[in-house]
């Protein structure tokens, strides 16, 4: 059965773009216009992936990721954007996607990272665990954690990056190591993709992330998770 691609794009030629060389690539392709009915169709939940534009009529994809996580959606997202600049791609990944491709986009790039993204969702469900982390929890079953801003659904990548910490702690990770095992490689991550999202993960899980206790820098080296 073919995968399912949710298509979140106002514009008609990037949007009939996307749906013509998905469906190519042997994807069953659903389409969303605008705000309202991309939020309808994410909350239906009914595709493996999303590729959700940040620009559109009614609101921004920022928005509806984040409040697609935040309503417990676990499937990859990516966004695509006409700004590529770092701070709008760390808001991208800060309000819960997994990837962000700013246009204009080579179509071969866009269909290697959804075959990455796709990839990783489909390595199996998280161990029914809890981990703690001072005075914070991940739990890997449901995608759930108790963090600073409360009780909230971690994103895929999130997930992923708590549990390779969990499953090898005290134990050195370099930023290749990380994006091998969380981004894989043919997704076009950089160093700077696994440093944004550590940081994002301190403002999560560290009492002061200015000092981080628990997911420590490892100078010239990468991470290092204390549980």
Not at 18 to 46: K, M, P, W
Not at 92 to 113: H, I, M, N, S, W
Not at 151 to 156: G, M
């Amino acid at each position: 059965m073919a995968e399912r691609v949710l298509v979140i794009e106002d514009d008609g030629l990037v949007r009939d773009l996307l749906t013509l060389n998905l469906s190519h690539a042997g994807y069953a392709v659903s389409e969303a216009h605008d705000f309202a009915q991309g939020q309808a169709r994410l909350l239906e939940g009914r595709f493996e992936l999303a590729l959700v534009d940040a620009m559109l009529p009614g609101g921004d994809g920022f928005t509806l990721v984040r409040a697609a996580r935040e309503k417990g959606l676990r499937q990859p997202l990516v966004m695509l954007t006409a700004r590529g600049d770092v701070p709008s791609k760390v808001r991208g990944l800060d309000c819960g996607a997994d990837d962000y491709l700013p246009k204009p986009f080579d179509v071969q790039e866009l269909l290697a990272r959804v075959r990455a993204a796709l990839r990783r969702a489909s390595r199996g469900p998280m161990k029914d665990t809890r981990l703690s982390i001072g005075a914070y929890w991940v739990r890997f079953d449901t995608g759930q954690a108790q963090t600073s801003e409360g009780v909230i659904s971690l994103s895929d990548k999130e997930l992923r990056l708590m549990q390779l910490f969990a499953s090898r702690p005290d134990e050195a990770l370099s930023r290749a190591d990380i994006l091998e095992e969380v981004w894989g490689m043919d997704a076009f991550p950089t160093d700077r993709s696994v440093d944004n999202f550590i940081m994002r993960l301190w403002r999560l899980f560290e009492e002061n992330p200015e000092s981080p206790r628990h997911l420590v820098t490892l100078r010239g080296r990468g991470y290092l998770f204390k549980p």
